[in-house]
Nanobody, 123 residues
């Protein structure tokens, strides 16, 4: 089975930084796009950033200049560097990945999601 495991969330003061990590595991043939969404309390889920297999990145306009997405291909891991954090960045951050993997003996291409990691920005 394919799993995405996130880490790096926590409590940080306004203006602080965090680095989120998300590692994919399983019998993986290839990973296309990896990225992050977030869901703030009482709000819809919003795209934060994504990165393609070729390294092209896209960051939501409201987070450009503060958030950076990167990827370590050999480790099937995606990172999200959060800088200059604001209270409104408080949310559960979820990673996702478009993965081709061996599942129950069959090659399957699907989107997989992590369990989410809480980021709280507060003084």
């Amino acid at each position: 089975q394919v799993q995405l495991v996130e880490s790096g969330g926590g409590l940080v003061q306004p203006g602080g930084s965090l680095r989120l990590s998300c590692a994919a595991s399983g019998t993986i043939f290839s990973i296309n796009t990896m990225g992050w969404y977030r869901r703030a309390p009482g709000k819809q889920r919003d795209l934060v950033a994504h990165i393609t297999s070729g390294g092209s990145t896209n960051v939501a306009d409201s987070m450009k200049g503060r958030f950076t997405i990167s990827r370590e291909y050999g480790k099937n891991t995606v990172y999200l560097q959060l800088n200059s954090l604001k209270p409104e960045d408080t949310a559960v951050y979820y990673c996702y990945a478009d993965i081709s993997a061996l599942v129950a003996g069959t090659k399957v291409k699907a989107d997989y999601w992590g369990q989410g990691t809480q980021v709280t920005v507060s003084s």
